[in-house]
């Protein structure tokens, strides 16, 4: 079945570095935009990336811009952020989400959820 | 940067009643890219409506979405006890895209 399982989470000190994993399963990966949602603890959702289905396109909330970056290897059918220079603020369960449809486009709904991996920076 | 706003912040109905969810945005969303989507506790969201009124695949037709410009509704007819949930809108304009603060129904 189609299916996303993050992994990579865990708890790291502040300024130190991350990457997230997203394996993915059960649809055409390479044909997909792929998206990474972030939700600190007991608060709502924060959009944080995009990348389009060949990682030619890719966009960044601004409060990760230049310390994060998304990137995909189709041939491995996986998706990845690399998260650098991490802050408190970025504690939070990291989603890996994907495109409602296929194609290039990156402006899409998600319609296939991961079921999270938590992300702790503490001292 | 489009912000979203979702009102009210909390609903207490009953199951059987209809809730209305309202999400305002801070300039138009071109082309109605607004969806809705349904998180329980401990779960990954869900999404229910895209594209501002079409229904998710699975969604139950209670579901019903509406509105363009900067003024969208959720309507959520004749609640069953699985809806009880928080409810985020977001916007898929563009970049970043933004997801309102949510609202919770729950349980009255």
């Known amino acids: 079945q189609v299916q996303l399982v993050e992994s990579g989470g865990g708890v790291v000190q502040p300024g130190r570095s991350l990457r997230l994993s997203c394996a993915a399963s059960g649809f055409t990966f390479s044909t997909y935009a792929m998206y990474w949602v972030r939700q600190a603890p007991g608060k709502g959702l924060e959009w944080v990336a995009v990348t389009s289905d060949d990682g030619n396109t890719v966009f960044y909330v601004d409060s990760v811009r230049a310390r994060f970056t998304i990137s995909r290897d189709n041939s491995k059918t996986t998706l990845y952020l690399q998260m650098n220079s991490l802050r408190r603020e970025d504690t939070a369960v990291y989603y890996c989400a994907r495109a409602s449809s296929s194609g290039s486009h990156v402006r899409d709904a998600s319609d296939i959820w991961g079921q999270g991996t938590l992300v702790t920076v503490s001292s | 940067e489009i912000v979203l706003t979702q009102s009210p912040g909390t609903l207490s109905l009953s199951p059987g009643e209809r809730a209305t969810l309202s999400c305002r945005a801070s300039q138009s969303v071109t082309s109605n890219y607004l969806a809705w989507y349904q998180q329980k506790p401990g779960q990954a969201p869900r999404l229910l409506i895209y594209?501002?009124?079409s229904r998710a695949a699975g969604v139950p037709d209670r579901f019903d979405g509406s509105g363009s410009g900067t003024h969208f509704t959720l309507t959520i007819n004749r609640l069953e006890p699985e809806d009880f949930a928080v409810y985020y809108c977001q916007h898929y304009d563009n970049s970043p895209f933004t997801f309102g603060p949510g609202t919770k129904v729950d349980i009255k």
């Open positions: 594209a501002a009124s």
